[in-house]
């Protein structure tokens, strides 16, 4: 991806000094102008592209549950590559805000860790999923300390929430914030899973702590 020309904001009077950086950011990012370029909802989709470029878990005909999916870019991404759309595979999305209708995918909006939402979910896969997808963060405080335990601990609910919906062979793909306190999670991931292995895509921000976890081979719920 070719660098463009920097863009400098030419009036940031009544802005905030965070909220006028962050804009200057968007306006640089050369993955945020692919995204608008494509027709992808948010920059995110480049990461999962690249993760399954990569790793090669997305295939037509897989069945797929996205956590955390609004925007919608990563349900987008799963839903063109299972062949949601030609009724092939199969994508769930699930938030705790409204998601646009994104083709071939079915989209709920609630709390995963709920039981009648979790029975939803698995209601609308009809089966166990190949894959589950987690690109979820917790709302961020500003203590990074605080903001790492808080995303790990979504991380932790996010894999026990696979364990229940994945067939065994399936894969687990899941966003964590490097800070050392992720051993515990490492430790269940390789128990459950036959491959593990960390990914940081390039289009993930330079000065961002994210990684992903990309567990395959699920050995089954024991």
Request: glycine letters at 10%; aromatic letters at 6%; a positive charge.
């Amino acid at each position: 991806m070719m660098p463009a020309a920097r863009v400098r904001l030419k009036r940031a009077k009544g802005r905030t000094r965070s909220s006028a950086a962050w804009l200057t950011r968007q306006l640089n990012d050369p993955y945020v102008a692919a995204a608008k370029r494509l027709g992808y909802r948010c920059r995110a989709a480049f990461k999962l592209i690249e993760i399954d470029d990569r790793l090669r878990l997305l295939k037509p005909g897989c069945r797929v549950v996205d956590l955390g999916c609004s925007p919608g870019g990563w349900t987008e991404v799963a839903a063109l590559r299972a062949a949601a759309a030609q009724g092939r595979g199969l994508v769930v999305g699930i938030d705790l805000v409204e998601t646009e209708p994104v083709p071939g995918a079915t989209l709920l909006r609630g709390d995963f860790r709920d039981p009648a939402t979790a029975a939803a979910i698995k209601e609308a896969l009809g089966s166990r999923a190949d894959l589950v997808l987690s690109d979820m963060a917790a709302r961020a405080t500003g203590h990074r300390r605080t903001d790492q335990l808080r995303a790990l601990a979504l991380a932790e609910d996010a894999f026990l929430f696979a364990q229940e919906v994945l067939e065994p062979g399936g894969s687990f793909v899941v966003k964590v914030f490097q800070g050392g306190a992720e051993g515990p999670l490492l430790a269940q991931l390789k128990r459950a899973f036959v491959e593990l292995r960390h990914v940081k895509p390039r289009a993930s921000r330079a000065g961002s702590a994210e990684t992903y976890l990309v567990a395959k081979g699920f050995r089954g719920s024991s």
